[in-house]
């Protein structure tokens, strides 16, 4: 009988006081192992998150969510850790689908599982900002026509954080953006090493609309353009690598 997956919960957190402490005994109730990397707050999230068993990381400034992403797969690779799943800190992620996750690993079909907020109407989903949802939908259509055939039926939400990482896949991958625009770059390099990819569907929660991401990215238009660089520059980092990937036969649980 093949032995379990081994699981590491880990959750990117900067200026979470608010939340963390409602956060972390929902995420500690599925008994996984977790990691929380403070990037740099100005808060007490650190000292929130010291109070529980978790594994806790702290950046003495704020580096960025991308290159947050890349130490959460280091430290899952060097813990020999199996899979990683990824969530927010906000409270825009439902610690109970922690075990839908969980599940998903242990088809054992992918490595991949994205949560995505329009693969299906879940109940009471939040209306999401008007400039966030279409950047969502233009990116992802974009990323689905470069990209043909790579996520079998194609992607339905490319920005979601909720996800689960095989970790030797992502062990693979040459990730260097530091920023938002991690996912961007991220699934172009999940297509060029031919990563099986499944989504489920997880609520569409927006707590605070107007929550910023810092920097010139809360204008749409910059944001767009951002993102759209880093796809242009990732396509050409991998030209002649890229070819259709199989999807997970039972991709849309």
């Known amino acids: 009988m093949r032995a379990a997956p081994s699981i590491l919960v880990a959750i990117p957190a900067h200026n979470e006081e608010q939340s963390i402490d409602r956060v972390l005994p929902r995420v500690l109730a599925h008994a996984l192992p977790v990691l929380v990397i403070d990037d740099g707050s100005t808060d007490a999230t650190a000292a929130c998150a010291a109070k529980w068993p978790v594994e806790l990381a702290r950046n003495p400034r704020n580096v960025g969510y991308g290159r947050v992403m890349k130490d959460i797969f280091a430290f899952a690779c060097m813990r020999n850790f199996d899979w990683v799943i990824t969530m927010d800190c906000d409270e825009q992620h439902e610690p109970a689908l922690i075990p839908h996750f969980v599940d998903a ?149």
């Open 105 to 253: 690993v242990r088809c054992n079909d992918s490595d991949v599982v994205s949560g995505s907020r329009y693969l299906v109407a879940c109940a009471n989903d939040h209306d999401a900002p008007a400039d966030r949802s279409a950047i969502n939908r233009t990116l992802t259509r974009e990323i689905n026509a470069l990209l043909p055939g790579a996520f079998g039926a194609g992607l339905t939400d490319s920005f979601c954080g909720f996800k689960a990482y095989r970790t030797l896949a992502c062990a693979a991958l040459q990730l260097d953006a530091d920023g938002y625009e991690f996912p961007m770059q991220f699934w172009i390099q999940a297509a060029a090493n031919r990563l099986r990819v499944r989504e489920i569907a997880v609520p569409r929660i927006y707590l605070d609309p107007n929550r910023s991401f810092g920097n010139d990215l809360d204008d749409p238009t910059r944001r767009l353009q951002v993102y759209r660089e880093t796809l242009a520059r990732e396509m050409q980092r991998c030209r002649g690598r890229l070819i259709p990937v199989r999807r997970a036969s039972c991709a849309r649980a």
